[in-house]
């Protein structure tokens, strides 16, 4: 992103966590094309009959940031992390009420790819209930490696990107996110063993 775009970005959500209502209607136009982007990122990791689009994702996110009172963004990358974390828990919430009106049918699941939890290079199918799930323990374990997940498999920011949001050196972030996605692995590996 140019750089003019991204000090542009950075104001207006400055402007938004002083209260400025119409910085945020300003920083819709500015942010809908990296959102599509985000969205579309998000939604190509679940299955192919996939039902909800990536306008609608984009739009629910957006209207959940909007239902934020003075949200403590810091920047651009802080706001797609948050973004990228709305977008999650939709995409959860759908998943769950999806599998719940099929009565514990077929499993939602996600493609984790290269840029995935387990190794890299190898694509697998996984149940994005059971992912969320499992970054939930992780969470109460070591949020900061469960963050760093997050913001790199539902976020798609890449290791400067994730330091930037957490305030961490790239090299401290590359050995969060091997040691989070070797604990995943053993993890939902586990779940799926014991049935669940």
Do not use: C
Not at 13 to 36: F, I, N, S
Not at 77 to 103: E, G, N, P, T
Not at 137 to 145: F, G, H, M
């Amino acid at each position: 992103m140019r750089q003019e775009r991204t000090e542009e970005i950075t104001q207006l959500l400055q402007g938004w966590r002083a209260g400025d209502r119409q910085a945020l209607d300003r920083l819709l136009p500015v942010v809908y094309q990296e959102l599509q982007r985000l969205a579309h990122f998000q939604l190509r990791k679940e299955r192919s009959d996939h039902t909800l689009q990536s306008t609608a994702l984009v739009n629910e996110a957006y209207l959940r940031l909007v239902g934020m009172n003075s949200p403590q963004l810091e920047g651009r990358s802080h706001f797609f992390a948050i973004a990228a974390q709305l977008m999650r828990q939709i995409l959860v919430d759908y998943a769950r009420r999806h599998r719940a009106r099929k009565r514990g049918g077929q499993v939602e699941t996600l493609s984790l790819d290269d840029t995935g939890v387990f190794e890299q290079g190898k694509s697998r199918n996984i149940d994005v209930v059971a992912l969320d799930d499992a970054l939930k323990t992780l969470a109460k374990i070591d949020p900061r490696k469960a963050q760093v997940v997050e913001l790199r498999f539902f976020g798609g920011l890449n290791f400067e990107e994730t330091a930037e949001v957490l305030k961490l050196s790239s090299i401290t972030i590359q050995r969060d996110w091997s040691t989070a996605r070797a604990w995943l692995h053993r993890e939902m590996s586990r779940g799926r063993s014991n049935g669940r």
